[in-house]
């Protein structure tokens, strides 16, 4: 973060004063292949006309691989998003060590992710490296979260920052804190950076919240509302399936229920942010409908382009967006109505 953010009101206010105006924010979740749904929501958005230049863009495994583009967001990139996420297969991902080799050698996943390694340094180099550092001098910023898991903690990295470094290693550490961010522990080998070891940034939360921090009350914001816009690539509430008897299916099923989890917190947490910054909250999420499959390691091309097609068609809808978070888990009607009305109890 800079160094002159005010501790005390977060860096909300630092942004509004830097940028001149009210923020737009974009929060990207994670969610495996359903990343699709997001790159189509993203291209729908702008074939639409009415999506705005992001002051801040968060991304978190999937959506970190998402941010980047969604960021700098001219057309070139969103035909970017879209050749990667509907195109990807398994064998661009990841590649099986065998059961013999995991438990012979103690491989510390089940899966090598070198060709993940290589589709990340396919798509972003060293010009768009030089695109995001552009961004910087303007004050928009790209940030990205990750697991460090000799610490258990979330650590959010500015990408803007490295890029605009732009040291000898910049491009390299770039790239390896994308790869950690989409790297689910045991299915993905961890990524060494600076002498720690860093995973799946939805290990512990699936979307990095702008605007929670501070330590104390908001102040109302300097220019007016500004929004707040979170990408869920997922479902709320997805319905039950059988999962076969294979490894793949297995994890990606595992994988997809502790990203759910994180979720319901995290909405809440977005969305209570939101209003306590008197911003606007605006919240999609892949429609019940809309079968995508539900193993977030598949990456099958069809069902990628189905979740790509339901995100564009949905984000050309006169309104697509949600201005309240999904009931979740147990956290019932009358707390939410709490949050977004706190006097409406009072007597």
Do not use: C
């Amino acid at each position: 973060m800079p160094a002159d953010v005010d501790a005390a009101q977060g860096v909300i206010p630092y942004f509004e004063r830097a940028r001149g105006h009210s923020l737009n924010i974009l929060e990207i979740s994670g969610g495996g292949q359903n990343g699709a749904f997001g790159a189509g929501f993203l291209n729908g958005w702008r074939e639409s006309g009415t999506r705005p230049t992001f002051d801040i863009v968060t991304g978190v495994s999937t959506g970190a691989l998402l941010a980047t583009h969604a960021f700098l967001g001219t057309a070139a990139d969103d035909a970017t998003l879209e050749e990667i996420f509907t195109h990807l297969t398994p064998q661009d991902v990841y590649q099986s060590r065998g059961i013999l080799n995991v438990l012979l050698e103690g491989s510390s996943s089940m899966y090598d992710t070198s060709p993940l390694e290589a589709t990340i340094a396919k798509y972003i180099t060293r010009e768009v490296l030089q695109r995001v550092a552009a961004a910087y001098d303007d004050n928009r910023h790209l940030w990205v979260g990750t697991t460090n898991l000799d610490y258990n903690q979330t650590w959010v990295w500015n990408m803007t920052r490295i890029a605009k470094d732009g040291g000898p290693d910049a491009l390299e550490l770039y790239r390896k804190v994308l790869l950690a961010s989409a790297a689910p522990p045991v299915a993905f080998p961890p990524v060494e950076i600076a002498g720690h070891l860093f995973g799946d940034g939805g290990v512990r939360e699936n979307v990095i919240v702008v605007g929670f921090a501070g330590t104390e009350e908001p102040k109302p914001p300097l220019h007016g509302p500004g929004n707040v816009f979170l990408i869920h690539n997922g479902y709320g509430n997805a319905a039950p399936h059988a999962v076969t008897a294979e490894i793949v299916a297995i994890s990606g099923a595992t994988i997809g229920v502790m990203f759910d989890n994180s979720m319901e917190a995290i909405v809440l947490r977005a969305y209570f942010a939101t209003v306590a910054r008197g911003y606007k909250f605006n919240y999609v999420e892949i429609p019940e409908d809309i079968d995508v499959g539900h193993n977030m390691l598949a990456f099958d091309p069809k069902q990628m382009r189905i979740g790509f097609d339901a995100g564009r068609a949905m984000a050309k809808q006169p309104n697509p967006w949600s201005n309240a978070p999904p009931i979740l888990g147990d956290f019932p009607p009358w707390a939410l109505k709490a949050i977004r009305d706190p006097n409406a109890g009072a007597n």
